[in-house]
Structures are given as C-alpha cells and as structure tokens.
C-alpha cells in the first residue's frame, strides 16, 4: 500500500507518515508504495501492530459459501506415501495400483497423471497422490495447498530408521497430517520390524503395537503382503477424521501437474476437494483459465463428472498453472476472466518483490522486527563427517532467542529439492565443499533461497554466528 493510503487506515494525514518515514531515513511520496518492513516500523510508531494478509487470502476473499451440513457426504481420504529412498515407496505405488482394480472396471490404470483412485475390497475408494516422496508433498505445501489427508511412512524392515524417514516424519508432523506406517520388506532375510518400532520409539513415536496411538502394518510391497490391510487402516484412519464434502455444488480443488502438451494443449491433473466438476464448467485457476473441454481418469477413460477426492485430467485450460495452486468453478465466463487478470496482475506485483526468504544478512532485520525465532538451515557436504561436525556447531549456536533447526543434511551437491525445502521452510542452504547443480542454482535464484558456499566449517559457522549477534543487538 501507499503511503497516504496507510495513513487512512491508521487515521493519520499523509504528511504525518511521510514525515515519520523522514525521520526513519526514508525519502518517500505519498503515493510511493512502501515495502513490508516500512510499513511495519511506521506503524509501530504510530502505535498500531500489522498483520500481513497473504495472496491467497487477498485471492480468496470473494471465496466461498459455506456447505450446509446437511448436505456433506463422506468423501475419500487422499494419501501420500513418504519415506527413505529405496524403502519401496514407488514399490507399493504400482502395487496398489495394479492390484486394485476392481473386476468389472475396464482397462487398469494406464497412465500417470499424478494421482490415482483405487476401490478396495470393502467397496470404499482411496485416493494416492502418485508422486512418490515428500518433494511433491512440499512443494505444494510450499504454495498453500494442504491436500493429503493421511500420510503413509514406508520404513524398510530389513534397513532402519534414515534420514529421509525423519525428514519425512517432521513434514508430516508440521503439516498436521496424521502418519501410518509401512514397515515394508517383511519378506527379506534379516527384517526386523521391531528394530524400526524402537527407532521410532526414541523419537516418541509409539505404533499401537507398542501401546501407542500410531497405526502401523507390516508388509511386503514386492510380495503384495498385507497390502489390503494397510488398506484397511487408511480407511479406518479416514473414518476418525471424518472427511466430508459436498458433491452438489461448483468444483474447488487444487492442482497436482500441468504442462503443456504437443497435441492437446494445456493438460492439468487436478484434485477435486468439494464439489463435483463437470465437462463445460468454466475453471479459473491462478492467471489462467477456460472451459472443461474434456477430462480423463487415469484408465485414461472419458469421463463426464469428477466428484470429491476424484483426480482428473482437464482439458481446455489457457495455461499451466504450478502444481499446488488451487482452483474453482465460475458460473460466468467474464467474471472468470476477470478473476484470472486479477490474480496475474497481483502475482505480476507480488513476483517483483518475490515472497521473501531468509538470508544471512536478512536475519538481523527481522530479528530487529521481533518476530524472529527459528533459523532453518539444510546442509549439504562432500564427507559425511564434515556435514555431521557442521551440523552440531551451528545447532549449537542455539540461544534462548534463536534456535537453529538443521531441517536437512546430507552429502552431495545441492539439489533441486533442497532448494525446494528451503523455500517450503524458509531456510538457508549452506553447502560444504559441494556446489548446486545447475538447475538447483537457477531455481534458488528465482525463488529467492540464499545458497552460502565455503570449504572450512570455521567460516560456516563464524558467520552464522556472526549473523546471530547481529540479531541479537537490533540495529534499527
Ligand atoms: P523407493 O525409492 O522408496 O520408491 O523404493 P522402490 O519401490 O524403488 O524399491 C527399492 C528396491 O526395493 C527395489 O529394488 C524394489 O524391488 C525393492 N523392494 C521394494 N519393496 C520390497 C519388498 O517388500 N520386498 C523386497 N524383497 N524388496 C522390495
């Protein structure tokens, strides 16, 4: 906003705020729009705290009449399996994907648009996020969208507790997603599920044969062992959050993919989350939007309708918008299009001030904000005892006012993921003796993620610490 236009919300005159900004050492005009940090100073001086409200909730205004509970119906739980790399994530995907095809249902599924939708053997439908792995999970929770309902851990039997397990564990956790677990690899010599009960115990997760609240299943994803009855836990998981939605009204939801195709243009899977979205409905979604021209389940069959939980593959869109941008109904063609300016041009405004992440020099700013608690840091490194040596000093740095959270560490060059992570958690990336890979270095840069590079840990830390003080005195 402006500066007279703060000093309308704050009952001030213009020249009033224009000289607080002087006396701050800001050259401003009235109708100069001031930065988030400035309008957060001039208001405490004034006396008034500020409250930032988002794109989203700016987008979502007009938004949404609330459902009559009347007329909610259950609706499916949408999963998403997570876990360490090789555990069989991607095993158990194809596996409930093959096997669950009910008889009677042409065609098994044929193709991946993202998400799947299988029937059980009691009947009832879950739905799979079919992108193995938390990356996807986080990036969409990176632009908002909450999506998945329940996740399922796959920890292999025969390996233990890792990294990417806990690292798993911590999304699921800050998502408020409750967890189930797989513990796969049962058929191999050498499993121990008990082992993997223990390592979990000491991170206070107690499975419920253990006495604890968390659901567990032991299988095998290669054998198809007790894979209904993991089903049958999801279920039962869904049936306490008692998932509802109205399948009698316009569509909203969230997409999953979208890219652009040779032969059909824009193609966009979605996930239905309320209502039920039909062939010719006008879809908005981001800048973009059109009319339901066709849509495909992932049998790649036609279909006419896509109710509550159900993925999609929706033709007709005018672009593609990111994977966890949300989308809805209009019933009118112009104010759909209207809609969609409307978001470009505030998305045009937004990028240019790109959605700000941390940085080393950014943190005595915001500390001096007061609203600073929490460095995330993910460290990548060429030796696992330099990235392990690095990771307790700088957790060490940890004062009362600040705790440093090492979200990630590993070894290997920076990674798209990681850059990802970052800007899901608002870290910094510090890599030891690794650089970013090419694409990982473009992406931090349009995302704004700092990247700290160095080859002694002394330096690495000193200047975390240094950013810290910094910090710690405010300078402003
Ligand atoms: P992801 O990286 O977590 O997606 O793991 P994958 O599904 O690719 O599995 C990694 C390896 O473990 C593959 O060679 C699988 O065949 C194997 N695997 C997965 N599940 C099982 C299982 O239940 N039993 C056995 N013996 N091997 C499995």
């Not at 459902?67 to 499916?76: F, I, M, N, S, V």
């Not at 999304?171 to 050498?190: E, R, S, W, Y």
């Not at 608002?426 to 890979?437: E, K, L, S």
Request: hydrophobic share 40%.
């Amino acid at each position: 906003i402006s500066a007279s236009e703060m000093a309308n919300l704050m009952d001030v005159s213009p020249t009033e705020v224009v000289a607080k900004c002087f006396s701050l050492g800001l050259m401003v005009s009235i109708n100069q729009r001031l930065d988030a940090e400035v309008i957060e100073l001039v208001a405490s001086e004034f006396g008034y705290d500020v409250k930032f409200v988002g794109l989203e909730d700016q987008l979502d205004e007009e938004e949404e009449e609330v459902d009559d509970p009347e007329e909610l119906k259950p609706r499916a739980p949408i999963v998403t399996i997570m876990g360490h790399v090789d555990h069989g994530k991607t095993s158990l995907l194809d596996y409930i994907r093959n096997a669950n095809v009910v008889s009677g249902e042409a065609g098994g599924i044929t193709q991946h648009i993202g998400a799947y939708e299988v029937t059980t053997a009691s009947g009832k439908k879950v739905t799979f996020l079919d992108t193995p792995g938390h990356e996807a999970f986080t990036a969409m929770r990176a632009r908002g969208a909450k999506v998945t309902d329940i996740a399922v851990i796959v920890v292999a039997a025969d390996d233990a507790v890792m990294p990417q397990t806990r690292e798993a564990i911590s999304h699921a956790q800050a998502a408020g997603v409750p967890m189930i677990f797989a513990i796969n690899k049962i058929d191999k010599d050498g499993a121990n599920p008990q082992k993997i009960y223990e390592q979990l115990s000491q991170m206070n997760i107690l499975v419920e044969e253990w006495g604890g609240k968390f659901q567990s299943q032991e299988i095998s994803a290669k054998k198809g062992l007790n894979i209904d009855l993991l089903l049958e836990k999801i279920l039962l998981e869904a049936e306490i959050l008692d998932l509802k939605a109205n399948p009698d009204r316009e569509a909203s939801g969230t997409i999953v993919e979208a890219t652009l195709d040779k032969g059909r243009g824009y193609v966009a899977t979605l996930l239905v989350l309320n209502g039920t979205l039909k062939q010719g409905d006008i879809v908005v979604s981001g800048q973009y939007f059109g009319r339901v021209k066709a849509m495909f389940n992932e049998r790649n069959q036609k279909i006419e309708q896509a109710g509550p939980a159900s993925p999609a593959l929706l033709l007709g869109l005018n672009g593609a918008p990111q994977a966890g941008e949300k989308f809805k109904v209009y019933e009118d063609e112009s104010e759909a299009k209207q809609a969609a300016y409307k978001r470009g041009q505030i998305m045009r405004e937004q990028g240019m001030r790109a959605r700000k992440h941390i940085t080393l020099d950014e943190i005595g700013r915001r500390l001096a904000l007061g609203n600073f608690k929490e460095l995330n840091v993910i460290i990548k490194g060429d030796v696992d005892g330099s990235v392990e040596a690095l990771s307790d000093s700088l957790e060490k740095l940890s004062t009362e006012e600040i705790v440093v959270r090492v979200i990630l560490k590993g070894v290997g060059a920076v990674s798209e993921n990681d850059v990802t992570l970052a800007s899901a958690s608002d870290a910094i990336i510090i890599g030891f003796n690794v650089r970013p890979n090419q694409q990982a270095g473009r992406l931090a840069e349009n995302e704004g993620i700092e990247i700290k590079q160095y080859s002694v840990i002394y330096n690495a830390i000193n200047d975390v610490k240094a950013a810290m003080e910094g910090l710690l005195e405010p300078k402003v």
